[in-house]
RNA sequence: GGAGAGGUGGCCGAGAGGUCGAAGGCACGCCCCUGCUAAGGGCGCAUACGAGCUUAAACUUGUAUCGAGGGUUCGAAUCCCUCCCUCUCCGCCA
């Protein structure tokens, strides 16, 4: 969510950048909403202001012993007369205006950082450097559903069991799925100071609204709901009458959960309500999880193979820093994600997503990509974005600055890799002319000195 | 699943319709005293939003917030209803 104060301070400055994501923010509907808000809230409050005053002068002459119908409290209570009804009213309209507000914030995508190539597609991306050497094979090298499907990859078995876009992984492949996120773990807690942490997979809707996947992308989301009883309230009046309640009683939004599309959601959302202290920053966290995405909207697009699924792992990197750390942390934090390719020698490129194809929350993201011989090009693996405070100023996550105030964290992460996809370019990489599989190097360690894998 | 107890500021904890944004304590900050590692005294110390002033901050002022939402009332932390969460005991269970 953007600052408030950033849009009415800078309107026009803020939807020109907006533009350049592609994004049109109503600036008329913003001003007309701020312009009725201004005049409602104030109005509000004098009226709350007034009943406030009136009602704590009726407490003093109560206290110094009048009763209710003593003169005094009399012509106070004449006074308040009419002043609950209209208040009443005008907390309504004050609610429904800030509720408006609300929603239309929250689907406003963050400010690409200064620094972003404008672009409206994954064409316009820029390319940040190449690393590793593509290998040359003296055969026609395969892709990964052939080669797994002698070593244990049975796409036949999840569809009977679950349907499209789900795998089975048997014995060697299992196994090296395995000792990937481990590998991935240890180099992460052990080299590059994150703490792990073992997470719910299922969230609330506060958690997914913290990160920015509600409201606006709930179809890309895999929800649970519970089945509970919803109780009508009755309460008694003072006439001894039942006083009927709202017709919304009992209806709790916490009766949806959902699957997590990726470990960022209960990782960030750790700090959702926190004041951290400064001395705890930075915070650096590494999960390992199952990542579940319905994948509505991509039918047709990588349905061979298992390069899109609705459940895949990642094992991913999230930060939680001062705002003047951010941009330095961003470039540790995709450093951390490539150091993971370089210890498996597998050839990547890192490219700067421009404004067009940035997720909705991120100021900036690098993206890394693998090379996938089969495909013949490189595919994404990794995305490691900055959020700056956009994040934090959804689940109000806060630190205490060197004076003492609370202030908004800057947030980030960045898979570290996304496990499905490493292995997939694993066994393209590493493939043999017979069709084994050779195990890099430092995964042996995981897969009992195991040095191929065949059928 | 059954029974019970709770949710108050950074933390602990009082308050049980009015003068309560909320006693007291701890922690923290500044000052004083003392001086030797511990103690005494004073003051300050929530967050969000609005308005005024302003380049901005500071400041002044208003409003909201005692788990969430709704209701009763001139007035709700306090009474009523619904929900959520935590803890204890019993049952069941990986």
């Not at 890309?220 to 008694?236: H, P």
Request: hydrophobic content about 40%; some cysteine.
């Amino acid at each position: 969510m953007l600052d408030i104060q950033l849009l009415r301070n800078d309107l026009a400055g803020v939807a020109a950048r907006l533009a350049t994501r592609g994004f049109a923010l109503d600036t008329t509907r913003f001003q007309g909403l701020e312009a009725q808000r201004k005049t409602i809230q104030i109005r509000t409050q004098e009226l709350q202001a007034a009943r406030n005053r009136i009602s704590k002068m009726i407490g003093q002459h109560r206290g110094a012993g009048h009763g209710p119908d003593d003169e005094e409290v009399g012509d106070l209570m004449r006074e308040m007369q009419n002043i609950p009804d209209q208040l009443k009213e005008a907390e309504k309209q004050l609610g429904e205006i800030q509720n408006e507000l609300q929603q239309l914030l929250e689907v406003i995508p963050n400010i690409p950082h200064s620094s972003v190539p404008i672009g409206k597609s994954e064409a316009d991306n820029l390319e940040v450097r190449k690393v590793g050497n593509i290998p040359q094979f003296d055969f026609v090298a395969k892709d990964h559903v052939d080669l797994g499907e002698k070593l244990g990859l049975d796409f036949d078995t999840a569809a009977k069991i679950s349907g499209a876009r789900f795998s089975v992984l048997k014995g060697g492949l299992a196994r090296l799925h395995r000792a990937l996120a481990q590998f991935m773990l240890d180099t992460h807690t052990e080299q590059h100071g994150y703490t792990e942490v073992y997470v719910p997979y299922l969230v609330n809707a506060d958690s997914m609204r913290g990160t920015g996947q509600l409201p606006k992308f709930k179809n890309d989301l895999f929800e649970i709901r519970r089945e509970t009883f919803i109780a009508r309230g009755v309460a008694i009046g003072p006439d001894g009458n039942e006083i009927r309640q709202s017709e919304t009683a009992g209806l709790d939004r916490a009766q949806e959960m959902f699957l997590i599309p990726t470990a960022e959601v209960p990782v960030t959302n750790m700090v959702r309500d926190e004041i951290v202290p400064l001395e705890k920053l930075p915070m650096k966290f590494v999960a390992h999880t199952p990542c579940f995405r319905s994948e509505a909207g991509s039918y047709g697009r990588d349905t061979r193979g298992m390069i899109r699924q609705h459940q895949f792992d990642k094992v991913e990197l999230v930060q939680m820093v001062h705002p003047d750390e951010s941009y330095a942390a961003l470039e540790q934090l995709l450093g951390h994600a490539e150091t993971i390719l370089q210890k498996l020698a597998l050839p990547y490129r890192v490219v700067k997503l421009c404004t067009g194809d940035m997720g909705f929350s991120a100021a900036l993201t690098y993206d890394i990509e693998v090379w996938l011989p089969a495909q013949n090009t490189y595919r994404e693996i990794s995305s490691c974005s900055n959020f700056e405070a956009f994040q934090a100023r959804r689940m109000q996550a806060r630190f205490r600055n060197a004076q003492g105030k609370p202030e908004l964290l800057h947030t980030l992460n960045g898979s570290g890799l996304a496990v499905g996809r490493t292995l997939v370019a694993v066994l393209e990489n590493y493939q043999q002319a017979d069709g084994s599989v050779v195990v890099p190097e430092v995964l042996r360690p995981y897969m009992g000195g195991k040095e191929k894998l065949t059928s």
